[in-house]
């Protein structure tokens, strides 16, 4: 994996980007745990306006504020891109 880990509100749309760890308080971490942040995870930038930002976590469309964001570290993929998800798994 590529890059140090940063706040997911640096990331720009249209980046997919791999979850490092989430930082904060244990309700939030289990929180976001619940809506599908966990470590290892793809996440893609669908948008973002004034801070708050649209995220595509797998089939799913999912709206945060800046505070939850930014307790979101991500690294971007290296060369080879995130990897290809298809009906069996992960390849």
């Known amino acids: 994996m590529g890059g140090f880990p940063m706040p997911l509100t ?15 308080r244990n309700d939030i971490r289990r929180r976001l745990a619940s809506m599908g942040f966990v470590e290892g995870e793809t996440v893609t930038i669908v948008a973002q306006r004034a801070g ?10 999912i709206a945060l504020d800046r505070a939850l964001a930014s307790r979101i570290m991500v690294s971007h993929y290296g060369p080879g891109g995130p ?9």
């Open 52 to 61: 708050d930002m649209i995220l595509a976590l797998r089939d799913t469309r």
């Open 10 to 24: 640096l990331a720009k749309p249209g980046e997919s980007i791999r979850i490092q760890r989430i930082t904060g």
């Open 83 to 91: 990897p290809h998800r298809h009906r069996r798994g992960w390849e």
